[in-house]
């Protein structure tokens, strides 16, 4: 199977030259099923080969051909895989992720299984951080065009909460693209998501990033929070599956913890919410410096009648507005939207 890596990733180098390639890499990165993503971290672990070689030769496909021959070589080696829908496009084998730019600097070339896919790791990443241009979002009739040399990463709507130490971001949505090529925002009113006790009064905002929705049309997000079952209370990475046609909303939580070197070190156990549980969720503010802050947006004891409700936003002032970035980072935000409740 190395050889078949090898290949692949010798023709991934090569189409990394021209903006076309750079672009179709960058986007099925994206696109791939991930492997310890944290966001408080800002880490991304690994990423599943055989859902990266998929999207690879969906987005470049010229080089399908050695595409094609890595996805059946990992069929030939994957003897046994199982997994459940916190992971849908998962096939038994994960490697290294380019956007874990600090280990590939650190030590990476000691553990790589191939000296082909290190060499094009340090090609993407190189391309990478070598764009420091923004994306550009020009605006007619509540459309918005958006353009970059490089390529796009995402194009989001994005929704804040007005806040005296600055602004709390709710959340990010998939932007709609119209037949014309460009994007609109949707008519939002304030609505969000909850988990809530409506006998208590309580409830914890859930602050949900999206990742991307599976073939059977759940949008999946995740979200910060910390889970305290039995008097102890573990940091947890909530993948929340939200069913577009039912309106059924599934969640699954992943704890984890910091090491002292940094590290993300992510538990094997994939949790449910239980009578008894108490949720604090978690939502970044950014304040007048532009400096991320996280901090803690609802707590909720789980009990008989807690249920998410998709409800209005306590009365407030809040943004929303089309964001777009690039593989690198840079991004831009389009004139914001202001809704009061």
């Given amino acids: 199977m190395i050889n078949k890596l090898d290949t692949l990733s010798t023709d991934m180098s090569n189409t990394l030259t021209v903006p076309e390639g750079y672009s179709g890499i960058g986007t099925s990165i994206t696109k791939s099923q991930k ?27 010229d080089i399908s051909s050695s595409a094609d021959d890595l996805i059946s070589a990992i069929d030939e080696f994957v003897i046994y895989s199982k997994h459940d829908k916190t992971k849908p496009n998962s096939y038994g084998i994960s490697i290294f ?31 990478t951080t070598g764009d ?3 994306p550009e979002i020009s605006t007619t009739d509540n459309q918005f ?5 490089m390529g796009l990463a995402a194009v989001e709507v994005i929704y804040f909460m007005d806040d005296p130490e600055g602004l709390i971001m709710l959340g990010t949505d998939p932007a709609d693209l119209n037949k014309a090529g460009y994007y609109e925002l949707p008519d939002w009113q304030g609505e969000w998501l909850y988990l809530d ?33 039995g008097g102890k209370t573990k940091t947890v990475v909530m993948d929340i599956y939200w069913n577009s ?24 156990k994939v949790l ?68 009061v409740i």
């Fill in 35 to 61: 492997f310890g993503s944290e966001p408080k971290a800002d880490t991304k672990t690994s990423i599943d080969l055989k859902s990266f070689v998929m999207e690879v030769k969906k987005q470049s496909p």
């Fill in 97 to 127: 992720s380019p956007k874990n730019v600090d280990y590939y600097h650190k030590n990476y070339d000691t553990v790589t299984v191939s000296n082909e896919w290190y060499s094009f790791l340090g090609n993407y990443i190189d391309h």
């Fill in 132 to 134: 420091v241009e923004n």
């Fill in 145 to 149: 065009y958006v353009e970059d040399d």
């Fill in 197 to 229: 006790d409506p006998k208590t009064g309580t409830y914890a905002l859930m602050s949900m990033t999206y990742e991307g929705v599976t073939e059977d049309e759940e949008y999946i997000y995740s979200a910060e929070a910390d889970l305290t079952r």
């Fill in 245 to 268: 046609v039912s309106g059924e909303i599934e969640t699954y939580m992943i704890p984890y913890e910091i090491l002292d070197d940094g590290e993300v070190l992510f538990s094997k």
């Fill in 272 to 339: 449910t919410l239980q009578t008894g549980d108490i949720l604090t969720t978690y939502a970044t503010l950014y304040d007048e410096n532009d400096e991320e802050w996280w901090i803690d947006v609802g707590e909720v004891t789980i009990n008989e009648n807690t249920e998410y409700v998709f409800d209005y936003l306590p009365d407030g002032t809040y943004y929303y507005t089309l964001y777009a970035e690039d593989f690198n980072g840079n991004y831009v935000m389009a004139e914001v939207y202001e809704i």
